[in-house]
């Protein structure tokens, strides 16, 4: 993060006018203008352009398909998007004033629509100062509160809103692995795999009782690097939420430690930088090892295998190869699956069927993987059923596929 000039600020205003200006021309619609209003001279940061990227991402998907041109641009004083719309300008006014107003980082949002005629509209409400909640216009002609004050509100919406955000996007994640189907041996929309005890709407309702734990996780990260201790004591009391969401019924205890290290990975690396995967394999490193009768403690003891904090401790580089599926292959998480399938030594599949179950899963998935993808859906099918009938659940594979989506939703962070 580095400190910019008042010319540097003047320069990036002056081009972002000449772009409005052709795209007016070129386009013959309103358009609307993005940035981040953030005081003080350093106006770069890795929170704030998540907060920017993000917001993006929600006016593109209130736009529809009234967004005809999206132009992006990375400046020195802030990322910046200019947007030509079919949207009258006041619709389309009305729509970014709702976007500042919707979440407290949307005071954070400049968001200027300029009409067919080069007019900028105005704002029929005032905004409100970031530290005392009043009108901001006395507040800024006075300077009332000074440049530390402000800069901390601002410092305090970003580090809410990351946290917030990355809870949502990994109950998201956690969701949209539990209801891909078909999926082997595995609760989804089909069945309920190979269990007894668990059904769709319990995953359901298991993934948003851990929303609370993910926004602490994230905290932590955001607060501290070295937060194992912390981590896992907040780990230990969302498990005992889950479980009372489900019952008793361990759905989602593998997650709790996959993604309570990678969130709160995440939010290290938006406060202070460096690597991803280094900074969750520091973390599980930090960390206590599972107990000898847990399934990786006992596959470990009995087949030398690593299990969930070997793959921690590694880097996740298994959930990494599945997010690099997804990447390349437009999101195609029942391939994802697959492959994860055929080359992860699951833990669970260990601990239900022993070598012979894991061999036949691998087996079975290496020869999918082979067939054309119009035939992979029939046996996606042919395989749950056996697995239903041979008792076998890949369930550290649902975790590490869970893990890849958390990934791919939040690649703006840690993959640049």
């Known amino acids: 993060m580095r400190e910019i000039t008042l010319q540097e600020v003047l320069d990036a205003r002056e081009a972002r006018v000449s772009r409005q200006r052709l795209l007016l021309a070129a386009y013959g619609r309103p358009l609307l203008s993005f940035t981040m209003n953030i005081a003080g001279p350093v106006k770069r ?77 105005s704002r029929e409400t005032c905004r409100t100062c970031l530290v005392c909640g009043g009108p901001v216009g006395p507040c800024a002609r006075s300077r009332a509160h000074g440049l530390p004050a402000v800069q901390a509100a601002t410092s305090a919406l970003l580090e809410g809103f990351a946290a917030d955000r990355l809870a949502e996007l990994a109950v998201s994640a956690l969701l949209e692995e539990v209801g891909l189907t ?6 989804d929309r089909r069945n309920s795999g190979a269990h007894q005890d668990m059904d769709l709407p319990l995953f359901q309702r298991s993934a948003q009782s851990l929303e609370p734990y993910f926004r602490q996780a994230a905290r932590l990260g955001l607060g501290r690097s070295g937060c194992m201790e912390a981590l896992q004591q907040a780990g230990l009391v969302a498990e005992g939420t ?3 969401a489900t019952g008793g019924v361990n759905t ?13 990975a995440l939010g290290s690396v938006l406060a202070r930088g460096g690597d991803l995967f280094q900074t969750a394999a ?16 006992q596959a470990k ?24 599926v997804l990447a390349e292959q437009r999101d195609d998480a029942l391939l994802a699956l697959l492959t994860l399938l055929a080359e992860v030594s699951d833990t669970n599949l260990l601990h239900r069927g022993g070598s012979e179950g894991l061999r036949f899963v691998q087996e079975q998935a290496r020869a999918l993987l082979e067939r054309p993808a119009e035939a992979r859906l029939a046996g996606l099918e042919a395989l749950d059923d056996a697995c239903i009938a041979r008792n076998l659940s890949p369930g550290g594979c649902a ?7 958390l990934l ?9």
């Open 45 to 121: 940061s890795a929170l704030a352009d998540f907060a920017f990227r993000e917001g993006l991402s929600a006016l593109r998907g209130q736009l529809g398909t009234a967004l005809l041109h999206e132009e992006l641009t990375d400046t020195p004083a802030g990322l910046e998007a200019i947007l030509a719309c079919t949207l009258p300008a006041p619709t389309l006014k009305d729509l970014a004033v709702g976007l500042e107003t919707a979440l407290p980082v949307g005071r954070l949002y400049d968001l200027d629509v300029i009409g067919t005629d080069g007019a900028k509209l």
């Open 182 to 187: 078909p999926k082997p041996g595995l609760v």
């Open 242 to 244: 889950m479980l009372a």
């Open 252 to 264: 989602h205890k593998g997650a709790v430690y996959a993604f309570g290290l990678v969130l709160a």
């Open 282 to 297: 520091a973390l599980a490193a930090a960390g206590l090892p599972p107990g000898a009768d847990t399934h990786g403690g």
């Open 301 to 324: 003891r009995r087949y030398g295998v690593l299990g969930a904090r070997g793959e921690a401790m590694a880097g996740f580089p298994t959930a990494r190869r599945a997010w690099q």
């Open 399 to 405: 975790d590490l596929l869970a893990l890849a989506l």
């Open 408 to 416: 791919r939703r939040t690649e703006g962070i840690w993959n640049n």
